[in-house]
């Protein structure tokens, strides 16, 4: 669409371009396309795009994917939207919503989706925030930004635009700056001008894994006042951070942007106090109690002995609940040897030796999550929901399951969980009819007990 086109439709629509809302409307068709074009868009894809305004990116969508989602924060822009795609109403959603606060966790019932957008200047950051934190469905997404947003994204240490942001989206994401477009290409026309990125997942293995709340603090503290010594920044002792600076290879005078991700990966577990950095990376020597078919102890074995042999053995599953009744679930880390990635209940593990069912399902909660119990005084504050009995769908194992709710912020480290986050129990359940491959067959088994007893 030409300047004069775009023109010519807002005011048919009344719209007159918001700054607040950040309306810098694409008039270049062919550069829409090339845009569309980056996400690789395939039959089988749901695709989100954010702030579609008029269309232009829209129009490219249409009949190239399963769905196309459309949220747009204008309501005039919607209703033109509605009236525009009437004859693809079947294939696309138009949402009036903010994107901001948007909740994307039902958006997992559909399995990953693809995001598109050019994002409004006044609410990029955060938007980026919403829908690229995780846990996101969120598969591929090509996003154009204001260009000095983009540079923080990719930028490297050292350099100016190096900072958080660039840190934490790095971290989770490959980032690659692939255009940038002056301000002709829009009506009106920006005063800056804009760049384009594609990020993928980062793949498994790069970096060391680590937990993303220290990380996210660590960089934070680092980060807030750019001048000063790292050193000063995290109030550390000077013997202290000499050892560190050593170890990472770095001077003891430097400043937050002068370490690389690889750096503040390894610093971030290096302070960290994380239980599970205690506990050996290899958990086949680990001993547990095997039991007989009354789930009384018959004597000692290791790990890996009881899972090759098929003994009975003895296992917890808790369900951490919030006020609001949401399950908190965990995706197991891509490094775990039984049902890596997949969705697992809020912590759950096996009894070592000599361990009560109550006594492990508290450690496992603090070893897993790093939070206790929430308990009147006197009390446990678990809540025994269901005894499930050893059989070959269980793996052997007897479990008691367990629900609770917890004081204090949960706090997960990569090693063991990849993330995690509080879903509503109606949406959980539709997840499991509609994908029951994303979950760990024992929380299946756990999840209708529950269902059962609630
Ligand atoms: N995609 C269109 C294009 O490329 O021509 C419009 C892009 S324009 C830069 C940004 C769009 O985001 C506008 O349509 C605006 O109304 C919408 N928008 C602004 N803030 C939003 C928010 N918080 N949530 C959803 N949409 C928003």
Redesign the pocket.
Known sequence: MSNEGIKKLLKGIDVVPSRE??????IDDSFSKWIVDQLDPQPEDVIIE?????G??SQHLIGRCRKLIL????RR?VDHLREKFADAAEQVEILN????NFDKRPLFVVGPVKLI????Y??ATP?MRNFLEQPTPVSRAVLMLQKEVAERIVAVPSTKAFGKLGLRMQAEWQVDLVRTAGPDLFHPRPKVDSSIIVLAPREAGTLPYFSKRFFDELTNRGFAQRRKLLKKNLGLKTEVWNELAAKLEVSETARAEELSLRQWVDLTNDLDDHPVLDLPEDSSGEVFDVVDAQDEVVKQATRGEVHREGWRHRAVHIFVLNKKGDLYLQQRSALKDRHPGQWDSSAAGHLDAGEDYGQAAVRELYEELMVKPKAKEGEAGLQELARIEACEETGWEFVRLYSCEVSGKIRTHGREIACGAYFPIDLVRLWIKKQPEDFAPGFIECFGCFEGVG
Not at 21 to 26: M, P, T, V, Y
Not at 117 to 120: D, F, K
């Open positions: 809302l950040g309306q810098n409307f694409l954010i702030g579609p305004g008029t232009a990116l949220i747009e924060k204008d822009l919503e903010d994107a901001i957008g050019n994002l409004p006044s609410a938007i």
